[in-house]
């Protein structure tokens, strides 16, 4: 079941009902048992609470669309989330972030993450419940280290993003990677891992920068598929660092030569 972001949002109510109805009754049974088996009151209800949003013709707003599959809505949320997904061609793929012992949760997650506890919680209220997950229910001295992690993330991801020279160093991505893994962020790793091979390179660090780009080859792989544009990349950049367009660029004495990245 699929439905038009704009029509969902805007359609008068009385109408809406109407055509959800009659499009849930033309779902073969199976999927119809599904979607109702869902959380939510009526049709409208459990395409608010379960869908994804989706984009099947770009990114513009006549391509954005509400997806469901009543398998994957299934799904609790959780701040620190094992399992990864995409949706690519209409096909929703989820895998393992990390490893995942016999019996645990798998758990996705419905919002960005780089905020903090009281953020998250904000974000999802509007989802209609209070995060009860692992990650917002420790004690105020942990949420407080999470908090202050978030904020250090952000911090040393602007200096490598505008190269504040007094504080983005060669070791300023490996620094992040660290950070990301204490959080348990593992889904964002394919891109944290990404940016210090790249920022290794851009130091003119080539073991490290070939080293990073192999971990990012793999995170990419696993989070977006073999075929993803930026493992491409990060092949590229791990088979050669020296003859990367990045190589050396933020080497000590190479500003000035046209070199500003
Ligand atoms: C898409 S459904 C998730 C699956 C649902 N628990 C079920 O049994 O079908 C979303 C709803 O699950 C509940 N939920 C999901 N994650 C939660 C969390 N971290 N803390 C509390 N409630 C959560 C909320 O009621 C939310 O509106």
């Not at 609470?49 to 990114?59: E, H, R, S, V, W």
């Not at 469901?68 to 949706?87: A, G, V």
């Not at 990677?177 to 130091?203: C, H, M, P, S, W």
Request: glycine share 6%; proline share 3%; with cysteine.
């Amino acid at each position: 079941m699929m439905v038009q972001t704009a029509l969902h949002v805007g359609l008068e109510p009385r109408t809406r009902d109407v055509l959800y109805d009659l499009a849930v009754n033309k779902l073969p049974t199976k999927g119809r048992e599904l979607f109702m088996r869902q959380m939510g009151k009526d049709v409208y209800d459990k395409i608010e609470t379960n869908c994804f949003q989706m984009y099947i013709d770009g990114a513009n707003d006549s391509g954005s669309h509400l997806g469901c599959y009543p398998e994957i809505s299934r799904f609790n949320h959780d701040c620190r989330p094992n399992i990864h997904y995409r949706i690519s061609n209409m096909t929703h793929t989820t895998v393992a972030a990390r490893d995942i012992e016999p019996g645990q949760e798998l758990s996705i997650s419905y919002i960005e993450l780089m905020l903090s506890r009281e953020e998250r919680r904000s974000r999802l209220r509007k989802w209609g419940f209070e995060c009860t997950c692992s990650h917002c229910s420790m004690s105020d001295e942990e949420v407080a280290a999470s908090d202050a992690r978030l904020k250090k993330i952000e911090e040393l991801e602007m200096a490598i993003e505008n190269f504040n020279e007094t504080v983005a160093t060669a070791e300023t991505g490996a620094e992040l990677v660290d950070l990301y893994e204490k959080e348990r962020l593992d889904i964002y790793l394919g891109q944290v891992y990404t940016r210090a091979a790249l920022n290794f390179a851009l130091f003119g660090e080539e073991k490290k920068a070939r080293e990073y780009a192999l971990a990012a080859v793999e995170a990419v792989e696993r989070e977006s598929g073999p075929n993803a544009a930026d493992a491409k990349a990060m092949r590229i950049l791990a088979e050669n660092p020296r003859a990367h367009w990045t190589w050396g660029k933020r080497r000590r004495g190479s500003a000035g030569k046209g070199n500003k990245s």
